[in-house]
């Protein structure tokens, strides 16, 4: 990686930065891509990517009238990864640990803002607007036009160096940067096909490099708050009760960014618990004191964590399905 303007090498490495890229292309080269997935119906029951601010995707300058440019940043959660992969544990997605227990929402853009901060320290006129997932932005799109990776046949935003484990995080800009034009990446996945294959619910769509959202095990353990019947494979997961990565772990670009790095579980303080509640407690444990939690306690339990999102119906949801039922654990 190299340095940003006035900000070091070392600097951007203690953030967790792998890589930068620079774009001061306000449209999508995959919007078409994104259009004909909604068209198809293929995003399920996630209404916020086909309402009204599917337009706004159209554009940068429809989020932020001001764009002149963008630095798109890849935050690493390796470590985490390369430790769950070591210990066998792949109940919980690495993203949702890989931030010292914090939800990367609050994170990784305070690291953001920390680079704001820096930059503006030399250019009084610049302004910014941090995007990080929760805008009507194409966030792979944007870091592709960055230079930052290709898609995979997986979908997601792959970097030849460093694989896939890692969030997308960028500073749009109201002005331009001095910094030279990028050159993007382009497809490395050729005749593999080993995500589509390992996916154990056939989510992947290869042909159009998009998921089918109603069947990937990440929509049903994160994003689906009522109590319904998993997609049909689950079963043939390896329990995975928050998110899935197993797309990922089988992609050969992750193998070599994961040998070079140290194997990591590190919590804050305030969020060593949730080591002891998914490491440590059987899963009808967990599911009992879910049970005793109402969904403002749950809330509060997990507060600033990723793990409030399912609240308590969704919780139970995920957990039941790996649970026998006494009479059976009895046999
Ligand atoms: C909705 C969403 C989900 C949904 C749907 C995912 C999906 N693939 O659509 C669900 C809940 C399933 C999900 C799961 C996960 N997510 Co998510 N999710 C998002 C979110 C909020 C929007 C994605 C979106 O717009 N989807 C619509 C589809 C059509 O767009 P797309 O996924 O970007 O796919 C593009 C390519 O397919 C491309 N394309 C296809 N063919 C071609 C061909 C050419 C030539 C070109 C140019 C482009 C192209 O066009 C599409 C549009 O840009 C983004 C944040 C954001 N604002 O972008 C995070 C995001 C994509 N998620 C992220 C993560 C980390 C995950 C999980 C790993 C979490 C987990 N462990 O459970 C999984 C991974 C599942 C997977 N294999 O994708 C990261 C991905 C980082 C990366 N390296 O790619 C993002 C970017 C969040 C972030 N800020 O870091 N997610
Ligand atoms: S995240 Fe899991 S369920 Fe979703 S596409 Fe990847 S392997 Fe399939
Ligand atoms: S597993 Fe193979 S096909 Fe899938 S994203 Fe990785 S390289 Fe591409």
Redesign the pocket.
């Known amino acids: 990686m190299k340095s940003l303007l006035n900000i070091s090498e070392n600097d951007l490495k203690s953030l967790g930065i792998l890589d930068w890229g620079y774009t001061e292309e306000s449209t ?3 919007y078409q ?2 259009m004909d ?1 909604i068209k198809s119906g293929q ?1 399920g029951t ?1 209404n916020y ?1 086909s309402d009204e601010r599917k337009e706004s995707r159209r554009d940068l300058l429809n989020v932020y009238p001001d764009f002149k440019s963008a630095l798109v940043f890849i935050f690493s959660y390796q470590e985490t990864k390369k430790w769950m992969i070591e210990n066998n544990r792949h109940e919980i ?3 949702s640990l890989g931030f010292e227990g914090l939800d990367y929402h609050f994170e990784v853009k305070r690291r953001l803002e920390l680079i704001t901060n820096l930059l503006l320290a030399k250019n009084e006129t610049l302004k910014s607007f941090i995007s ?4 009507p ?5 944007l870091a ?1 036009r960055s230079g930052l990776g290709w ?1 995979g046949k ?5 970097n030849k160096n460093y694989g ?1 484990y ?4 960028s500073i749009l800009l109201n002005e331009k940067l001095d910094l030279s034009k990028t050159v993007m990446d382009v497809d490395h996945c050729g005749q593999c096909q080993k995500c589509i294959e390992a996916c154990p619910t056939q989510a ?1 769509d290869g042909e ?4 089918i ?1 109603s069947k ?1 095990i ?2 049903f353990t ?2 689906t708050f009522k109590d319904v019947e998993p997609p049909v494979g689950y079963e043939k997961s390896r329990g995975e009760i928050f ?3 197993i ?2 772990d089988v992609c050969p670009w992750n193998s070599k960014p994961l040998a070079r790095v140290q194997s990591i579980l590190s919590l804050k303080k305030e969020f060593l618990y949730l080591k002891n509640f998914f490491y440590e407690l059987d899963l009808s444990q967990l599911a009992d004191m879910f049970m005793k939690m109402t969904n403002r306690g749950l809330k509060r339990q997990f507060k600033s964590t990723a793990f409030d999102r399912p609240g308590k119906v969704g919780w139970l949801k995920n957990l039941k399905f790996w649970i026998k039922p006494s009479s059976e654990n009895d046999s």
Do not use: K, V
């Open positions: 999508p080269h995959s891509n994104y997935w995003h996630l990517l997605a690495a993203y990080l997932d929760t805008q932005i194409l966030e792979r799109d592709y898609f997986n979908s997601m935003l792959i896939s890692f969030i997308i995080g992947i159009t490099r998009t998921l959202a990937c990440a929509t994160i994003e998110g899935c990565d797309c990922q």
